[in-house]
């Protein structure tokens, strides 16, 4: 049976994120590259969306919303998803 872990592959070392495979000496393991970015880039990547949502609540953007939930659902009313018909 195949198992997913988190790990990061730093070098020639993975180092396990969250749950780890219980083994008692070595692992055979497959690693498959999910992105081509680094940690430094995710890292800058979450600072900009942080600036950006705090540039929208400077500008006041949405801020006559009083009900989240209900306007999802008026947006999700004005157009049709994806394969469902009725």
Excluded: F, K
């Amino acid at each position: 049976m195949l198992r997913t872990y988190r790990a990061i592959l730093n070098g020639d070392r993975v180092e396990w994120r969250g749950e780890e495979p219980d083994a008692t000496g070595a692992l055979e393991v497959r690693i498959t590259v999910l992105e081509s970015t680094t940690l430094n880039q995710n890292g800058q990547r979450r600072e900009q969306r942080i600036a950006a949502l705090r540039q929208l609540a400077e500008r006041g953007t949405l801020s006559e919303l009083t009900d989240a939930d209900d306007w999802q659902r008026q947006q999700r009313r004005d157009r049709p998803l994806a394969g469902r018909n009725s």
